[in-house]
């Protein structure tokens, strides 16, 4: 109490009060706006592209979306992963397999460029457009009615897959019957992406 009371003097509560309020709005205005690491999330857009192959099967998947910067300084996403959880609790994992982009003057997709590093400078975002492959060794999910549980996961800054994951993202998305049977039995010739609404996500 002699060591405050040294401090701040012969000033009254009400200025003691209002001292420490503004140092510590200036401290935490000067950690947000000079200090703070990246903080990427990623926004998925409103649909999820599950991607039928052209002799039949579907074991790829397409993710639109964007991520955002709210901190200061540049973040990196070094890697993605994916896991789906049908409904009857199966989870089957994806790996990070291209970019893709849309072909001029139309809604069809074609390959970008191979995952590498995305950069997003501080207070940004950056649009990820990105196709996940079943891994290697994961079984052929067997598609039924009911609700799918979508997880993304990404490596922001960090060295290697053995670091903590610090970018988490959870969709949901549903299949009827009828879009179920399609996705198991039809070879359309050709690659087709067949889109289904999120119906909800939690970053």
């Given at each position: 109490?002699?060591?405050?009371?040294?401090?701040?003097?012969?000033?009254?509560?009400?200025?003691?009060?209002?001292?420490?309020?503004?140092?510590?709005?200036?401290?935490?205005?000067?950690?947000?706006?000079?200090?703070?690491?990246?903080?990427?999330?990623?926004?998925?857009?409103?649909?999820?592209?599950?991607?039928?192959?052209?002799?039949?099967?579907?074991?790829?998947?397409?993710?639109?979306?964007?991520?955002?910067?709210?901190?200061?300084?540049?973040?990196?996403?070094?890697?993605?992963?994916?896991?789906?959880t049908t409904p009857a609790a199966v989870i089957h994992s994806y790996e990070w397999n291209l970019f893709f982009t849309y072909v001029p003057g139309s809604l069809s997709v074609q390959p970008a460029g191979n995952?590498?590093?995305?950069?997003?400078?501080?207070?940004?975002?950056?649009?990820?457009?990105?196709?996940?492959?079943?891994?290697?060794?994961?079984?052929?999910?067997?598609?039924?009615?009911?609700?799918?549980?979508?997880?993304?996961?990404?490596?922001v800054n960090r060295a290697n897959r053995s670091c903590a994951i610090n970018l988490d993202t959870v969709i949901h998305f549903s299949l009827d019957a009828a879009q179920a049977h399609q996705l198991c039995s039809?070879?359309?010739?050709?690659?087709?992406?067949?889109?289904?609404?999120?119906?909800?996500?939690?970053?």
């Amino acid at each position: 109490m002699t060591y405050l009371a040294r401090f701040f003097g012969d000033q009254s509560p009400f200025q003691i009060i209002v001292a420490v309020v503004a140092f510590t709005t200036a401290a935490y205005t000067f950690y947000k706006s000079f200090l703070e690491g990246a903080r990427i999330r990623l926004f998925p857009g409103d649909r999820v592209g599950l991607v039928l192959s052209a002799n039949g099967g579907c074991t790829k998947f397409h993710l639109r979306g964007s991520l955002a910067n709210h901190a200061v300084k540049t973040g990196t996403l070094h890697r993605l992963e994916a896991q789906i959880t049908t409904p009857a609790a199966v989870i089957h994992s994806y790996e990070w397999n291209l970019f893709f982009t849309y072909v001029p003057g139309s809604l069809s997709v074609q390959p970008a460029g191979n995952p590498i590093p995305v950069s997003v400078s501080g207070r940004s975002s950056q649009l990820l457009l990105v196709e996940f492959r079943l891994t290697a060794g994961t079984s052929i999910p067997a598609w039924s009615a009911g609700r799918y549980l979508l997880k993304i996961v990404g490596w922001v800054n960090r060295a290697n897959r053995s670091c903590a994951i610090n970018l988490d993202t959870v969709i949901h998305f549903s299949l009827d019957a009828a879009q179920a049977h399609q996705l198991c039995s039809q070879a359309p010739g050709q690659d087709v992406v067949i889109d289904f609404p999120i119906e909800e996500w939690v970053p």
